[in-house]
């Protein structure tokens, strides 16, 4: 656990408030779980600002919900120039063109049947591994799949929180 204030942390905190909230869309896009972690500024930890992101994500409507998945690029397509998401979906990179061409579909009969992106916190899994979640989890109803995203969403959010917390600069 975290006990003390890092650098990162420190210079997030006393970030203009647009600038927080730049950096704070770059880990989230909903407007709302950002406003959230906005007004518990500052952080005397990470352990504290994660516990923030945990409260706000268990807060967030569907349409909030919604909003933060549509910052999310599909498994298998992360956005040109982004090294975040083609960090995070490095385990598709060495795929077989089979692989990504099953995925891709895979990914389209989710986003037809659940009207949003294929959501996972892809960090450290291999493209199979992806690809048997979709397939699993496109049988879920659109209930159970909104609690998983939001479980997958609040993963991500941790992992981008800790590169920003620990980050030289935001």
Not at 58 to 87: C, F, K, N, V, Y
Not at 119 to 128: Q, R
């Amino acid at each position: 656990m975290t006990t003390t204030e890092t650098p990162g942390l420190a210079r997030f905190n006393t970030l203009e408030e647009s600038a927080a909230r730049a950096a704070l869309h770059e880990v989230c896009a909903s407007s709302a779980w950002g406003s959230a972690l906005l007004v518990h500024r500052p952080y005397a930890t990470t352990d504290a600002l994660f516990a923030a992101s945990d409260a706000a994500m268990a807060e967030l409507t569907a349409d909030d919900l919604a909003e933060a998945m549509a910052g999310h690029p599909p498994i298998g397509r992360p956005t040109p120039g982004d090294p975040t998401s083609a960090r995070e979906q490095r385990g598709m990179a060495g795929a077989s063109e089979e692989l990504k061409a099953e995925m891709l579909a895979l990914n389209l009969d989710y986003q037809d049947r659940f009207g949003h992106v294929f959501l996972i916190c892809a960090t450290g899994l291999t493209a199979e591994q992806m690809r048997d979640a979709v397939k699993a989890r496109s049988g879920h109803s659109p209930e159970q799949e909104r609690e998983i995203v939001r479980t997958e969403l609040g993963k991500i959010n941790r992992i981008r929180l800790t590169r920003l917390a620990q980050e030289a600069t935001v």
